[in-house]
C-alpha cells in the first residue's frame, strides 16, 4: 500500500499509519463507505462484494474497526444480509486501545418498508441494533423490531430525521459513525447535511449494465470535496474526501 496524495505524505504506508489515517478525526464525525467501478457502478450482480478487492478489505473494515456506531440503510442490510458486528481478539484489543467500546452495535435506517423482524442485522448480533425509524413506521412492526431484541429510535414523522438521529447518537456516545450505505441512505445523508467524509475504494474494472451510482434521492446544492488521502495498491485508489457543509444545510 502506497500513500500517493498529499505529496509531501507520499510513499508506503504500515499498518499503524493506516490505523492513524482512518481513525476518526472529532468524537463526532460520520464517514460514508463506497467501493464503485471505475465507471460509476455501485453493484456488480446486484451486490457490492463483486466490486471490492484485497486492497479495499485492507482498509476499509479499519473505519468499523474503529468506530462507535454502524449505520446503514435497510435496503443494504437485507441485500447484504448483515449481521451485527463481532470483532475478532486482535480487533477487539484495538479498539481497547483507543478507548472504544468493545462492540460497536449497528444502526438500521427505515421508514418500515424494508426492514423485516426477522432480519439477521436484528437477531444475529452481540450487542442489540438500534432500528433508527420516524413515526410512519407501524405500531406493530416496531413491536415485532422490539421483540426481536432491538433498540428503538424515533425521529421524524413520515421518513427519519437523519441530523437529529446523528445527534441523539452522538448524545449516547455513539458519535464516530462508520456509515456503509447504501445509495438512498448517502443522498438522505447529504440532503441532511449530515456527512463529514467520503471514504471511496475505486476498483480497477468496467462494468456498463444499469447498476446505480453511490448517492440517489433528490438533487443537493453540488458539496464540494477535499482529497484528505489517496492511497494506491496496484490499480486500486482508496481516496478519503472530507465533505463540506452545503448551502442549504
Ligand atoms: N458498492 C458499495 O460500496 C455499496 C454499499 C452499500 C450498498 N450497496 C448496494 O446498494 C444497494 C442498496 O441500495 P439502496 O439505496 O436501496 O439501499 P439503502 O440506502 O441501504 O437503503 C434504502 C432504505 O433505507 C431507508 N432510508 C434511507 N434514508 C431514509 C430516511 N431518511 N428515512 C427513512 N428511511 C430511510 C429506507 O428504508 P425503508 O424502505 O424501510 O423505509 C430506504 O428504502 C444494494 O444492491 C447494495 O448491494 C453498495
Known sequence: MHRIWPPAAAGPVARADLERLYDYPAATWLSVNFVSSADGAVTLAGRSRGLSNSADRAVYPLGEDLADLVLVGAGTAVIEDFTGVKPDEETRA??????????????????????PADARVLTDV?????????????????????????????????????????ARLADRGLGRIHCEGGPTLFGSLLAAGAVDELRL???????????????????????????????????????????APTAGA
Open 126 to 166: 452481540h450487542v442489540p441494533t438500534i432500528v433508527v425509524t420516524c413515526a410512519a413506521a407501524p405500531p406493530e412492526l416496531r413491536d415485532a423490531w422490539t421483540a426481536a431484541g432491538a433498540e428503538l429510535l424515533v425521529v421524524g414523522e413520515e421518513t427519519v430525521d437523519l441530523a437529529a438521529a446523528v
Open 201 to 243: 475504494t475505486i476498483s480497477p474494472m468496467l462494468v456498463a449494465g444499469a447498476a446505480g451510482r453511490i448517492a440517489t434521492g433528490a438533487p443537493i446544492d453540488p458539496a464540494a470535496l477535499t482529497m484528505d488521502s489517496v492511497l494506491a495498491e496496484g490499480d486500486t485508489l482508496l481516496v478519503r474526501y472530507l465533505v
Open 94 to 115: 484495538l479498539r481497547e486501545r483507543h478507548g472504544r467500546a468493545p462492540v460497536p452495535p449497528v444502526a438500521v435506517v427505515t421508514s418500515g418498508h424494508s426492514l
